[in-house]
Every structure is written in structure tokens, then in C-alpha cells.
Nanobody, 119 residues
């Protein structure tokens, strides 16, 4: 069974930075897309950033220029560096991995990590 575990959430003042990490464990040999989503209270879950196995990133317009996604294919990890944080970035952030090479391939999600940005 594949598990995704996030870390790095917390509280920060507006303008500050946080770094989120997500690691996949289990019998994983290759993850196609790794991504970060977020869900604010009362809102739908939305895509924040994603990166293909080949390293092509994609960002939501709201975070372009402030957030940077990176991944380590050998370690099956993905990181989200968040700078110039705004109160509207407050949400639960989820890691997602589309696992293609594994004993149990599929679409996996982490349990979420909370980011709170105060004004």
C-alpha cells in the first residue's frame, strides 16, 4: 500500500514563508504526477501546483511567482516552497501522487497539513 505523508505546515504572518514536504512510502517505483492541492474552509479543494515526472511545473494563477514546486524522483518526494504568503493562502494543503509503477498503482492523497497565515 502506498502512503503519502505531508509535513511542514504551521502558522506564519503575512509575507512570511513556509516549506511543505511530502514523501511517498510503500512499494513505489515511479510516480507520474505529484501535486499540491489546498482546501480553505467553506471552499472546494483546488490545485495549487503540480509537477510531472519529467519536471514540468504548473501553478495556479494565484500562487505564480510566490510558490515553487520541486520533486526528487529517486526519493519519491515533492516539496512546495511558499513565499510572500497571504492570509488567503490559509488552507489545509494536500499532497497527491499519481502512482504508476508500484505494487498498487493508483491515485493517492496525503492526510493534509494546515497552513495558517495571519494578517
Amino acid at each position: 500500500q502506498v502512503q503519502l505523508v505531508e509535513s511542514g505546515g504551521g502558522m506564519v504572518q503575512a509575507g512570511g514563508s513556509l516549506r511543505l514536504s511530502c514523501a511517498a512510502s510503500g512499494s513505489v517505483f515511479g510516480i507520474n504526477v505529484m501535486a499540491w492541492y489546498r482546501q480553505a474552509p467553506g471552499k472546494q479543494r483546488e490545485l495549487v501546483a503540480s509537477m510531472t515526472y519529467g519536471g514540468n511545473p504548473d501553478y495556479a494563477d494565484s500562487v505564480k511567482g510566490r510558490f515553487t514546486i520541486s520533486r526528487d524522483n529517486a526519493k519519491n518526494t515533492v516539496t512546495l516552497q511558499m513565499n510572500s504568503l497571504k492570509p488567503e493562502d490559509t488552507a489545509v494543503y494536500y499532497c497527491r501522487g499519481v502512482v504508476v509503477h508500484a505494487v498498487n498503482p493508483g491515485d493517492y492523497w496525503g492526510q493534509g497539513t494546515t497552513v495558517t497565515v495571519s494578517s
